[in-house]
Nanobody, 125 residues
Framework: QVQLVESGGGSVQAGESLRLSCTLS????????LAWFRQAQGKDRQLVAT????????DYATSVKGRFTISRDNGESAVYLGMTSLKPEDTAMYYC??????????????????WGQGTQVTVSS
Protein backbone atom coordinates (compact mmCIF):
# COMPACT_ATOMS: atom_id res chain seq x y z
CA GLN A 1 0.00 0.00 0.00
CA VAL A 2 1.13 3.52 -0.81
CA GLN A 3 -0.34 6.75 0.48
CA LEU A 4 0.07 10.00 -1.47
CA VAL A 5 -0.71 13.51 -0.26
CA GLU A 6 -0.32 16.52 -2.57
CA SER A 7 0.24 20.13 -1.57
CA GLY A 8 1.45 23.38 -3.09
CA GLY A 9 -1.39 24.32 -5.40
CA GLY A 10 -2.78 27.83 -5.58
CA SER A 11 -3.78 30.77 -7.73
CA VAL A 12 -1.13 32.60 -9.73
CA GLN A 13 -0.79 34.96 -12.67
CA ALA A 14 0.36 33.80 -16.07
CA GLY A 15 4.14 33.60 -16.27
CA GLU A 16 4.58 32.81 -12.58
CA SER A 17 5.85 29.60 -11.01
CA LEU A 18 4.62 27.01 -8.52
CA ARG A 19 6.05 23.86 -7.02
CA LEU A 20 3.77 20.98 -6.14
CA SER A 21 4.77 18.40 -3.57
CA CYS A 22 3.56 14.86 -3.07
CA THR A 23 4.45 13.10 0.17
CA LEU A 24 4.85 9.34 -0.12
CA SER A 25 4.35 6.76 2.62
CA UNK A 26 3.88 3.03 2.78
CA UNK A 27 5.59 0.52 0.52
CA UNK A 28 8.95 1.55 -0.89
CA UNK A 29 9.76 1.87 -4.56
CA UNK A 30 12.45 -0.38 -5.93
CA UNK A 31 11.72 0.01 -9.60
CA UNK A 32 8.34 1.67 -9.95
CA UNK A 33 6.81 4.79 -11.39
CA LEU A 34 5.76 8.16 -10.02
CA ALA A 35 3.68 10.55 -12.06
CA TRP A 36 1.74 13.77 -12.12
CA PHE A 37 -1.56 14.00 -13.95
CA ARG A 38 -3.98 16.89 -14.29
CA GLN A 39 -7.66 17.22 -14.98
CA ALA A 40 -9.27 20.42 -16.15
CA GLN A 41 -12.97 20.93 -15.57
CA GLY A 42 -15.01 18.93 -18.05
CA LYS A 43 -11.98 17.20 -19.52
CA ASP A 44 -10.27 13.83 -19.16
CA ARG A 45 -7.34 13.28 -16.81
CA GLN A 46 -4.09 13.85 -18.71
CA LEU A 47 -0.50 12.91 -18.09
CA VAL A 48 1.84 15.72 -17.11
CA ALA A 49 5.07 13.87 -16.26
CA THR A 50 6.45 10.51 -15.16
CA UNK A 51 9.55 9.45 -13.28
CA UNK A 52 10.95 5.93 -13.30
CA UNK A 53 12.30 5.37 -9.80
CA UNK A 54 14.73 2.63 -10.78
CA UNK A 55 16.29 4.39 -13.76
CA UNK A 56 15.53 8.00 -12.75
CA UNK A 57 14.17 8.51 -16.25
CA UNK A 58 11.62 11.27 -16.84
CA ASP A 59 8.99 11.83 -19.50
CA TYR A 60 6.78 14.85 -20.13
CA ALA A 61 3.65 15.80 -22.00
CA THR A 62 4.50 17.94 -25.00
CA SER A 63 2.47 20.83 -23.61
CA VAL A 64 4.67 21.15 -20.50
CA LYS A 65 8.09 20.09 -21.80
CA GLY A 66 10.70 22.70 -21.00
CA ARG A 67 8.47 24.40 -18.41
CA PHE A 68 7.74 21.65 -15.86
CA THR A 69 10.19 19.41 -13.99
CA ILE A 70 9.41 16.24 -12.06
CA SER A 71 11.90 15.32 -9.36
CA ARG A 72 12.29 13.24 -6.24
CA ASP A 73 13.95 14.02 -2.94
CA ASN A 74 17.07 12.12 -1.84
CA GLY A 75 15.20 10.44 0.99
CA GLU A 76 12.66 9.18 -1.55
CA SER A 77 9.76 10.32 0.59
CA ALA A 78 8.44 12.96 -1.77
CA VAL A 79 8.04 13.76 -5.45
CA TYR A 80 7.81 17.29 -6.80
CA LEU A 81 6.51 19.07 -9.86
CA GLY A 82 8.23 22.37 -10.55
CA MET A 83 6.13 24.52 -12.85
CA THR A 84 7.43 27.68 -14.53
CA SER A 85 6.02 30.05 -17.15
CA LEU A 86 2.52 28.99 -16.17
CA LYS A 87 -0.29 29.56 -18.66
CA PRO A 88 -4.06 29.82 -18.17
CA GLU A 89 -4.40 26.47 -19.95
CA ASP A 90 -2.39 24.87 -17.14
CA THR A 91 -5.37 25.47 -14.85
CA ALA A 92 -6.50 22.08 -13.50
CA MET A 93 -6.62 19.78 -10.52
CA TYR A 94 -3.19 18.15 -10.28
CA TYR A 95 -2.85 14.58 -9.01
CA CYS A 96 0.15 12.60 -7.87
CA UNK A 97 0.10 8.93 -8.87
CA UNK A 98 2.26 5.89 -8.19
CA UNK A 99 2.69 2.34 -9.29
CA UNK A 100 5.10 -0.22 -7.88
CA UNK A 101 5.67 -1.94 -11.21
CA UNK A 102 8.51 -0.77 -13.43
CA UNK A 103 10.68 0.00 -15.25
CA UNK A 104 8.39 1.25 -18.03
CA UNK A 105 6.18 4.14 -16.89
CA UNK A 106 2.99 4.26 -18.90
CA UNK A 107 1.22 7.46 -19.87
CA UNK A 108 -2.30 6.18 -19.25
CA UNK A 109 -3.97 7.02 -15.95
CA UNK A 110 -5.33 3.49 -15.75
CA UNK A 111 -1.80 2.12 -15.31
CA UNK A 112 -1.44 3.75 -11.88
CA UNK A 113 -2.81 2.05 -8.80
CA UNK A 114 -2.28 4.73 -6.17
CA TRP A 115 -3.53 8.31 -6.27
CA GLY A 116 -3.51 11.39 -4.10
CA GLN A 117 -6.54 13.57 -3.46
CA GLY A 118 -5.40 16.36 -5.81
CA THR A 119 -4.37 19.98 -5.48
CA GLN A 120 -5.88 22.82 -7.50
CA VAL A 121 -3.76 25.07 -9.70
CA THR A 122 -5.43 28.16 -11.17
CA VAL A 123 -3.57 30.44 -13.60
CA SER A 124 -5.15 33.73 -14.57
CA SER A 125 -4.18 35.89 -17.52
Amino acid sequence: QVQLVESGGGSVQAGESLRLSCTLSGDTFGDGCLAWFRQAQGKDRQLVATLSTGRNHTDYATSVKGRFTISRDNGESAVYLGMTSLKPEDTAMYYCAADLRGPVCWRAAGAYKYWGQGTQVTVSS
